[in-house]
C-alpha cells in the first residue's frame, strides 16, 4: 500500500534538521542542500518521505560529497539507473528520506528543482498533482508503477516550466 499524507508543516523542519547536520561534511563540495519532492511544496499531499537534493559544482564534487556524507552513516547506492544522480540510504535511525547528490547542471537535478519551483509558484498544478497522486495511491501497490504512472503529468509541468 502506497501511504499519501495530508500536507504535514513539520516536513520543512525535519528537512531543516537533516539539511543542518549535512551541511558541514558538504560544503567544501557543494553549492546547496534543497529540499525536493511534493514535501517541499506547501500544502501538497505526499509520500511522508522527505528528498533532498546535494547539489554539487561538479561531478568530482559529487564523489566528495559522497565521501563526506557516508562518515555519518550513509550509504552510496549508486545512481539507481538515473545517470547524473546518486543515491545515498539514510543512516539508521534517521527520519525517512531520500538523499541525492548531483551536479548543477545534471538533468536530474535541474528536473528536480525545476518541478519544485513550478508546484510551488502554480497551485492549482500542485492540487491536479495531489489529487493524481491520491488516485494512484488506491491503483498500485508498487512504488516503482505508481512513479511510473505520475511521469506524464510531470514531464508536462516540466514542459510548461520551461
Request: charged fraction near 25%; proline fraction near 7%; include cysteine.
Amino acid at each position: 500500500m502506497i501511504l499519501v499524507a495530508d500536507y504535514d508543516p513539520a516536513w520543512p523542519r525535519t528537512f531543516a534538521m537533516l539539511r543542518d547536520r549535512a551541511w558541514p561534511l558538504v560544503a567544501p563540495f557543494a553549492d546547496s542542500i534543497e529540499h525536493v519532492g511534493s514535501t517541499s511544496v506547501p500544502g501538497l499531499a505526499a509520500k511522508p518521505i522527505i528528498d533532498m537534493d546535494v547539489v554539487a559544482p561538479s561531478r568530482d564534487a559529487v564523489m566528495s560529497a559522497i565521501q563526506a556524507l557516508e562518515t555519518i552513516g550513509y550509504r552510496h547506492v549508486g545512481d539507481l539507473d538515473i545517470p547524473g544522480r546518486e543515491a545515498l540510504r539514510h543512516p539508521e535511525g534517521d527520519p525517512r528520506h531520500h538523499l541525492y547528490v548531483g551536479a548543477r547542471d545534471a538533468a536530474p537535478i535541474v528536473e528536480h528543482l525545476c518541478f519544485r519551483d513550478y508546484l510551488r509558484a502554480n497551485p492549482v498544478k500542485a492540487a491536479e498533482y495531489a489529487a493524481l497522486k491520491r488516485q494512484l495511491a488506491t491503483q498500485f501497490d508498487d512504488v516503482e508503477d505508481y512513479a511510473l504512472a505520475k511521469t506524464d503529468f510531470v514531464r508536462a509541468c516540466l514542459a510548461a516550466a520551461r
